[in-house]
Structure formats: C-alpha cells, structure tokens
Antibody, heavy 120, light 110 residues
Framework: QIQLQQSGPGLVKPSQTLSLTCAIS??????????WNWIRKSPSRGLEWLGR?????????DYAVFVNSRITVNPDTSKNQFSLQLNSVTPEDTAVYYC??????????WGQGTLVTVSS | QSALTQPPSASGSPGQSVTISCTGT?????????VSWYQHHPGKAPKLMIY???KRPSGVPDRFSGSKSGNTASLTVSGLQAEDEADYYC??????????FGTGTKVTVL
C-alpha cells in the first residue's frame, strides 16, 4: 500500500521560503521506475505542476518554467522522503500543495494536500 | 506553457452521460498519447481516472472513458451517479515543459 504523507507549515510570510516534506511508505524515493512530484491548486489557477525529482543511476530534477528560478525539489534517501522549497513567496503562491508519484506519465498516488497561506 | 482549455462546467441528470473536452496544441495533447484525467472532490486528493488517453486504472468504473482527436482529448462519464459530482482536470505530457494541466471542469449531477 503506497502512501504519501505531507508535512510542513501552513503559514509563510511574504519573501520567505515555503518548505514542505512528503514521506513515502510502500515505495522508495530511489526507485528507478517512478518520479516524485509537487503540484499545487489554487482557486484562481487550478492545478499547476511545479516540479519533480527522480533517480536513474543518478538524481535528476525537472521544474516548471514559471517557478524555475525559485524552486528546489530534493530527495532524502535516509528518511525515504522528498521535499519542496519555494523561495521568495508572494500571496500568489497561496495554494493547496500536493505531492504525487509519477509512474510513467500519470500521477497515481497523491498526498493529502497542505494548505499554505502566504501572509504577513 | 499555457493551461489546457476545458469548459468551466458540465452537468447531467443521474443516468445520463456527460463529456468534457480538453483542448491543447500539437506540443502537448496532439503530440503525445499521454493524456490523463483526474477527479477532485473538495478537501480530498485528486484521483487518477484515465491515463494514456483511454486506459483505466484498476478500481475505476468502466462508466469513465477517454478519447482523443487531434489536439482535443475528451472524458465521458456515462450513467452519471451522485458521487461523480466533482471537479475534473485533464493533464498532458508536454515534452520539455513536462506536464500541463487543464483549467478544470465542475461536473454537477442534477
């Protein structure tokens, strides 16, 4: 049974860094056949894919162009989890953030979602 | 990469069918057979309903079907049931841009 459990603060101040973690059970962050993604949903913009990390003999990352300069997705093999860091946040980054597993052009397992509000 | 275009809403009575379109470009929907559909009930995680245009994951009722023609993909829900009322999002692989989602469609069961 694959489960993704998200954790992290629900309130971040403008200009600071949003940090979330997704703990994996039932699979490995180092799996050679899947990728680990972050997606967000806001009322104004719907679902947006943000980025991913995956292992294929070495670690790779891919990021959406619109956040490319502000985002980092990192694996943590010691804890079997991966993280999202989004720098220099503004109120426009307020959204529900989801982690999800990509097993080949499809997102088949999702975390429970974390509402992150950017406000002073 | 612009979001894929979906109608904002669709509706049908129980037992009827509803079809949702998802229009992109030759760089995403039209260029790859990697279109997927997600059902999203408020407060829950999105659920994969269709992948690779028409394939259903285990456990998804066969009332849900997908297709594609050119740059437009479609999701059809036949035999509408109350629990089908949700938001639906398409998603397509977009090459170097990776993944792009649709704008979302709210399905209402009348």
């Amino acid at each position: 049974q694959i489960q993704l459990q998200q954790s992290g603060p629900g309130l971040v101040k403008p200009s600071q860094t949003l940090s979330l973690t997704c703990a994996i059970s039932g699979d490995s962050v180092s799996s050679n056949s899947v990728a680990w993604n972050w997606i967000r949903k806001s009322p104004s913009r719907g679902l947006e894919w943000l980025g991913r990390t995956y292992y294929r003999s070495r670690w790779y990352n891919d990021y959406a162009v619109f956040v490319n300069s502000r985002i980092t997705v990192n694996p943590d093999t010691s804890k079997n989890q991966f993280s999202l860091q989004l720098n220099s946040v503004t109120p426009e980054d307020t959204a529900v953030y989801y982690c999800a597993r990509d097993s080949g052009y499809l997102l088949d397992y999702w975390g429970q979602g974390t509402l992150v509000t950017v406000s002073s | 990469q612009s979001a894929l275009t979906q109608p904002p809403s669709a509706s049908g009575s129980p037992g009827q069918s509803v079809t949702i379109s998802c229009t992109g470009t030759s760089s995403d929907v039209g260029g790859y057979n990697y279109v997927s559909w997600y059902q999203h009930h408020p407060g829950k995680a999105p659920k994969l309903m269709i992948y690779e245009v028409y394939k259903r994951p285990s456990g998804v009722p066969d009332r849900f079907s997908g297709s594609k023609s050119g740059n437009t993909a479609s999701l059809t829900v036949s035999g509408l049931q109350a629990e089908d009322e949700a938001d639906y999002y398409c998603n397509s692989y977009a090459g170097g841009a990776l993944y792009v989602f649709g704008t979302g469609t709210k399905v209402t069961v009348l």
